[in-house]
């Protein structure tokens, strides 16, 4: 008895949402998709418990020619600002309203009731911040006059350069004059 399995000539390849030909961001609240669908780029968008639109483009129309821009969400600073405010607050807050009696130590101060949530809430604030502190980069192609983007954000992040290649390499090839229609002269 043979216990080695036979191995496919070639390895099987999966053409579905994971192909070079779909890419999917996530940036500013908006999920998007990008599908390469033969001569076309369907953008297809949607925001949380939000609107939906879905543009279509022809390849034909987009410039290879692109913008890099990298953005930093403007949660980024604010978060970490805002806890580090709120916690400077309620910290000091028992020392400048101190009249008679013994101050209650940072702890008792910080574990209180309101100031905990609000410590709280101003706590997730900065760890969202944290998590947005770093650039974001975004190509942005312009197809007969119109902006897009395509951001190196969500969870096709790591097949970015491979998505913008494939559709640099579908543009060029879709801008390319077809063979055969050139008039000769006679």
Known sequence: MNSEQPTPAQPLEYTGPF???VYRDRTKGWRRRFTISGD??????????GSE???????????PMYNIVRVRSPMAGGGVLVFAIVFLVFALLPYVNATTGPLPSLWQTLTHGPTAVCLGVALIYAIVGLVN?????????VARGVRFDIARKGP?????DAFIARLLAR????????????????
């Open 171 to 186: 543009v060029q090839e879709a801008r390319r004059p077809a063979a055969g229609t050139t008039a000769s002269k006679e």
């Open 156 to 160: 096709d992040r790591d097949r970015f």
């Open 133 to 141: 502190i770093r650039r974001i980069e975004h190509y942005q192609f």
């Open 53 to 63: 639109s879905e543009t279509t483009v022809l390849l034909r129309d987009i410039n």
């Open 19 to 21: 192909s070079d030909d």
């Open 40 to 49: 076309r780029l369907i953008i297809e968008a949607r925001q949380f418990f």
